[in-house]
């Protein structure tokens, strides 16, 4: 495994684990289980920060990967990517607005945006993992330059 998939494999694996832990938390709600679900959403919003770092780190340093399938799918992959990129900024802004609320013990409002949110953040992660199958497991892509590297001009 080269630096190329290693970082998205990592990157992917964080935000499955972040939803494994919203399920988790959304279980231990139901069941009234407070200090729990609170222990292990946050856990999930650091699973889901550790994710953006090492998405934004490879971005910035290494460079995103080019779509490698046939041509003829290329405008499917596009749109299903901005589909995906528009979810994942949504549902990082009701997280946090999520979480905003339940520190300030707002919970009527954190109950209703909290199914909201996880219904939303389960719908990332999913397509998020198709990415990453479609960029590193059916078609691998080519590799484009770092941020850095296109700012700097090496």
Do not use: C
Not at 85 to 91: D, E, K, N, P, R
């Amino acid at each position: 495994m080269d630096v190329y998939t290693l970082f998205p494999t990592i990157s992917t694996s964080f935000i499955v684990i972040s939803a494994i832990l919203v399920a988790i938390g959304w279980g231990l709600i139901i069941k009234g289980r407070r200090e729990a679900h609170k222990k292990v959403m946050l856990a999930g919003a650091v699973a889901a920060l550790i994710f953006f770092i090492i998405y934004a780190s490879r971005t910035i340093l290494i460079g995103n990967t080019n779509w490698g399938g046939p041509a003829d799918l290329a405008i499917y992959y596009q749109i299903f990517l901005i589909f995906h990129i528009i979810l994942a900024t949504v549902a990082a802004v009701f997280g946090l607005t999520t979480i905003v609320l339940a520190f300030k013990e707002r919970f009527a409002k954190h109950r209703k945006w909290g199914r909201v949110t996880a219904v939303i953040w389960f719908f990332t992660a999913i397509t998020g993992v198709a990415v990453y199958i479609l960029l590193y497991v059916l078609y691998p892509g080519g590799h484009t330059k770092s941020m850095i590297d296109t700012i700097f001009g090496l």
